[in-house]
């Protein structure tokens, strides 16, 4: 299942109990998850077209009125496009508009680089005030929906494109920020769609005999206690659906803790291809058993962090 579209219908069943919720969507509600409220509540619905600053601008006066608004579209157009209107309507005039970006991260399918976004965590987490949410599962999805109809804030939720198995989740409850296994002196930190892949390549790195603890972050504004449940960690590697700089690998290095960091994600000149999921992630090094080989030669290599 795609995570935009488990939002959505969510969202729509969060609807019939709550009356100010309102949804705008950029001519995208097939395909970023708004279809299902717009079909659910249509009176509430509106339809704003390919105008993602108008959007933004709209669903900031509608927030000033009492009401609930969440701005639906992909990433790539919402982020950039209408920076301006979120860096002022919503961080700065603190009004309680929830943007929900599909199709984030560096993996766009046929779409190309026009369509992905993999550096939109860079300009989210530079703003104050913005709540940033990348959930990894609908259990995470569902946590984020709950928490922000309950208590409306300016926010960013970010899905990826590729679909989620809806059945087999990431480990434990959902929650903020967890970890999905015991934790260890070696500790693979990711966030939404990447920490699918943490996992799977700290299995790989324990049938190599190297014992790895993967970290989840399912909101990275506000952080939370990322850095004590780092503290005393002898070796971080951050995996992320976005750029090496700017998304979670950045806010790890804020920390200042002393045990080194390695970010791994797409290169900072990554915009984005055309591709099969598993052609792009194998090309820079994404998949499973590359990071888990990146990881265990980094490891037994003292000079490298």
Partial sequence: MKLADHCGRLLAEHGDHAPRLRVLDGD??????????ATRHPARFLMGGIAEQNLVSVAAGMADTGLAPWVFSFAAFLCFRAYDQIRVCLSQARQPVVLVGSHAGG?????????????DLALLLSLPGVQVWAPGDCADTALAVRTLVADPAPAYLRFPRTPIDEVHGLP????PLRWLTPRRPLALVSTGLASHWALAAAQLLAAWGLEASVLHCARLAPLGALGEELRGVRRIFVIEDHCTFGGLGSLVHGLGLAAPVQVL?????????SGKDEELLTAYGLTAPLLAQTIRTAVADPTRS
């Fill in 172 to 175: 434990g409850q959902p929650a």
């Fill in 265 to 273: 994600g797409w290169p900072r000149d990554y915009c984005g291809q």
């Fill in 107 to 119: 993996l766009s399918g046929r779409n190309g680089k026009s369509h992905a976004a993999p550096n």
């Fill in 28 to 37: 995208l509600a097939d395909s970023d998850g708004a279809i299902h409220f």
